[in-house]
Every structure is written in C-alpha cells, then in structure tokens.
C-alpha cells in the first residue's frame, strides 16, 4: 500500500479548536458522550496508568501504534493513540484512524443472521442449505489407512452449527488441503476475490470439510458462508444490508469492507512482528497479501468473517448496543431476547480455560478458570491484524484495542495488560 498522506486542512484545524473550546460532550463527531471517570465508577488516577504501560509497546518497538477505547455505561472514559499509523511517513496515530479488524468482522455478520430470524426470513435452526442449496449435502474428509477419505457428511450443517464454529468448515489446511488449494480457497482472506461472497460460499461447499456438523469445534470460514446466506435471505447485498440494518442505524460511519478514497489517509499500515522488531509488510509474501486490497482491489467479495474495515468509535458502539440489550441512542437493532440468546452459552469451554461460545462471542463462564481480570458473562473476540475488544454486562463496560500487526512477535502481552489496566480502573 503506498502511504498516503494526511490532509491536515486549516478547517479541520479550526473545527477541531472549536470543539475543544466549546467542551462539546461528543468525541469527535462520533456521537459518544464523554463522562468523568468517577461519575460512572471508574477512578480518572488509576485509568491513568494504562497510558505509560501501553505506550511502551510502542517504544519498545513491538508496535507501531494503537488506539484504545474505554466506555463505561455507555459514556467514554478513556480514549488515547499512541504511536504511528505509518511509522515511515512519520503519520502519527489518530483515534478515529482505520483499521482492518479481521475476525471481529464475525459478531456484525452474526448480527446479521439474528436480525433476519427476527424478520422472519429465516431461524438459526434452519439448515444452511435451505437457503444454498448446494449445502444441503456436503461431505466430510477422515482419517484413512494410508492419508483420508471424503465420505458424506452424518448431517445437513445448520446456521447455528456455523454462528458456533460447529459445522466443521475449516479454512483449508485440514487432511483435503490439496482440494482447498486447488479451489483456491485457503485460510481467511477473501478481498483478492474477483468474484462474489455467493460464488465463494458455492465453492466451498464442494470441498471436503474438516469434520462432521457438530462433531467438534473448528474455526474457519463459518461467517464467510453466513454472509452469502444474508444475501439470499434478504434479497441485498451483504454490504447494502448491513449498511442499512446495521451500521447507519447504530452511527458506524467508518465502517466498509472497502475503504472509500475519500477516507484512505486513514487506514493504518500493516507491520510484522519478528524477534528483532516490527517490519511493513509491503512486500510481505504469503495470503494477506502485505497492505491488502482494501483499497485498490476486485472490491467484489464482501468476507463475512474477516472482511470490514472499521475504527474504535465504530466498534463500541456495537457493543454498546448489545450491552444496552439490543439498543443505541433510542435505536433498536435487536430484541433483548435475541441479545439473551446471543450471549447465552451454546457451546461450553471449546479452549478449556473456563470460557464458552455464544452467537458466535466468547464468553466468560467462569472466572477462576479463566484466570485473567474479566467478569462472568464478558464477551470477547479478537483479529489476525491483533485487534481485540470485550464487553462486560455485569460492570457495563466496553473496551476496544486497535493495532495493525500480523504475527507479533513471541511474548508481546498487550491483550492481558489492557485487561488487567482496564478492570484494576472499576473502583465501584
């Protein structure tokens, strides 16, 4: 990706004085209220030591910048850049900057699925081939005398087996790598795709799954189909159904599969770790593709599971909605059912560390097991550029962190300090 330049514009200058001098209670147009830590049980002393740990990552060199995001019943207590979003231009980092959040793309796209049963359009019991009927029958690739066999598969895959990462879809590299491959359908990038979210979907259905519906967990490319099926199920595009379902009702302005030109001076720049540092990824090989097409490419496939493009401000008010029980700001997106049953248990303990998988969040179940700072109930989920964010109903309680590195280099702890930083600040 070139690096493209900052349009620091006297206007913009002047807008930004005015807003500071005016103490408006809004975060940068964002439509976040700020509050004072201690109105909200939170202590102004204590959040403020998350800046100096947090900053070191980036003076120790393990990344190039982030930005991180504090709500607490629903008002912004804390909110801080720190670094660069292009460390060789010399462009700092700025809280309402791009980032590609991968994974986190899943709980939109979930949220998709649950608004259309709440239409009627379809149930989370429904099997996905109801809707593509190519996956009405899929097959299974298992273990053999001498490598594998494919043999059918023991069930029809529902769309809940998918929202929990228990249809067996996988993202390529299990015993029938050699057909993914050949299909050219291999781990999770999809914004190189010339063709549409609905073709894909089609080729992945003719490929040998990693295991049998409901057999076990595995991760993959789950949301990604789940896509196509908002597709069909509503009649829209996936990008023009979250855009008006989704993302315009609950004020994501900066959040696309595709970076609008207008916007890409704000796209932060991908860095690989390594044990010596961090390095841009320009000429990175492998099947992310260095900066990515998310701004110059096909702009065809709408990646339902690792796709969106998003910012901080964008993500907490996500989350805030789910955490205000399906509403923002007088907005319904969901009933407080579907919230219930998103963020209810489905799946329990997949990765035995005292979590279990809701619609398709991980969830806190129980504290002591999970042995880090959090709260019974917190849900969570991250992304392969190392972005991350949980939410805590018990405490009302969101934080979204955003970095841009693939494969950080070995014991970089940033995810467990912002838990730790964030939870130590709850005085009451």
């Not at 930005?67 to 019943?73: A, C, M, P, R």
């Not at 008002?75 to 980032?99: C, N, Q, W």
């Not at 690739?141 to 809940?160: F, L, Q, S, T």
Request: hydrophobic share 40%; net charge negative.
């Amino acid at each position: 990706m070139t690096s493209v330049p900052r349009n620091h514009s006297v206007q913009r200058a002047i807008c930004l004085f005015i807003l500071l001098v005016l103490a408006v209670p809004f975060s940068l147009g964002q439509g976040l209220e700020r509050a004072e830590p201690e109105a909200v049980g939170m202590s102004t002393e204590r959040l403020e030591r998350m800046a100096d740990v947090m900053d070191a990552y980036v003076e120790n060199g393990r990344i190039a910048g982030s930005v991180t995001l504090i709500l607490k019943d629903g008002h912004i207590v804390y909110e801080r850049a720190s670094g660069m979003r292009d460390k060789e231009s010399g462009d700092p980092m700025e809280l309402t900057d791009m980032f590609r959040i991968a994974s986190m793309t899943k709980a939109i796209v979930s949220t998709a699925v649950l608004i259309l049963q709440e239409q009627g359009k379809l149930s989370i019991q429904d099997p996905v081939g109801k809707h593509l009927p190519e996956w009405m029958e899929t097959t299974v690739a298992v273990e053999a005398e001498g490598g594998y066999e494919i043999v059918p598969a023991n069930r029809p895959i529902r769309i809940r087996d998918m929202l929990t990462h228990q249809a067996g879809v996988g993202m390529g590299a299990g015993l029938a790598a050699e057909h993914w491959e050949a299909a050219d359908i291999q781990y999770w990038y999809l914004a190189d795709k010339p063709e549409g979210i609905r073709e894909v979907a089609r080729t992945i259905a003719s490929l040998p799954m990693d295991a049998h519906p409901g057999e076990r967990y595995v991760y993959g490319l789950n949301q990604d189909v789940l896509g196509a099926v908002v597709e069909v199920a509503s009649g829209q595009p996936l990008d023009e159904f979250l855009d008006e379902h989704l993302l315009t009702p609950l004020g994501m302005e900066d959040t696309y599969f595709f970076v609008p030109e207008e916007k890409a001076d704000r796209l932060a720049v991908v860095y690989g770790g390594s044990n010596t540092g961090i390095q841009r990824l320009d000429q990175w090989a492998g099947h992310f593709h260095g900066q990515g097409h998310y701004l110059e490419g096909p702009r065809a496939t709408f990646g339902g599971g690792a796709g969106l493009v998003s910012t901080a401000y964008d993500y907490a008010r996500f989350l805030q909605m789910y955490l205000n029980k399906g509403e923002l700001n007088g907005v319904r997106i969901l009933s407080p059912t579907t919230v219930e049953l998103a963020l209810s248990h489905h799946v329990e303990d997949p990765w035995g560390n005292g979590s279990a998988l809701g619609l398709p969040f991980g969830i806190i179940r129980d504290l002591g097991a999970y042995g880090q700072a959090g709260s019974v109930g917190e849900f969570s989920w991250g992304g392969a550029y190392h972005t991350s964010y949980f939410a805590s109903p018990q405490h009302n309680m969101a934080v979204v962190y955003m970095t841009q590195i693939m494969n950080p280099g070995p014991g970089l702890d940033d995810f467990t300090k912002l838990r730790t930083m964030s939870h130590q600040a709850i005085v009451n």
